[in-house]
């Protein structure tokens, strides 16, 4: 995790950050956020839900027409209320689904904030390799060897 402010790396569960001191980890408020439902376990719920309620629609209208011998426009008048109940939990499963990814999308299209942006790392910049120094031994030999000439000419 990173300080939105300076950039540094933080420790995760930190309220401020340790160099700079900002507030971290949210816009401000502590409202706790709803968690949201996964679309997998909702895919699963809407299939699970529409095969049960189909077997049990069928199971409801053989019932009805073989052992209390109901006419079929009055079995078929029956199972409508739990065939328009199966439906409306389907939307109500469709709806849930549909709001979940419009709001991932949100998130990931709006622009965060101006204290939430980081500081990032500018671009690295190209270097050259230093001219080779002549070591101090060398120097201190051409340094003095006018000194040693005029010397040893004397």
Do not use: W
Request: with cysteine; charged share 20%.
């Amino acid at each position: 995790m990173y300080c939105s402010a300076c950039g540094v790396s933080v420790a995760q569960g930190l309220s401020y950050c340790n160099f700079c001191g900002a507030k971290l980890g949210g816009t401000g408020d502590n409202a706790p956020e709803v968690p949201a439902v996964r679309p997998e376990l909702l895919v699963s719920a809407m299939a699970g839900v529409f095969i049960l309620g189909m077997v049990a629609i069928t199971l409801l209208m053989g019932m009805m027409k073989s052992v209390l011998g109901l006419p079929a426009d009055r079995v078929l008048g029956f199972t409508l209320f739990p065939f328009l109940v199966l439906l409306l939990l389907e939307g109500v499963f469709l709806r849930l689904l549909l709001h979940g990814r419009r709001r991932v999308e949100a998130k990931q299209d709006a622009p965060r904030p101006k204290e939430q942006v980081t500081n990032e790392l500018d671009a690295a910049h190209a270097r050259a390799l230093p001219e080779p120094r002549s070591s101090v031994t060398e120097h201190t030999t051409r340094s003095f060897a006018p000194i040693h000439d005029e010397r040893n000419s004397k």
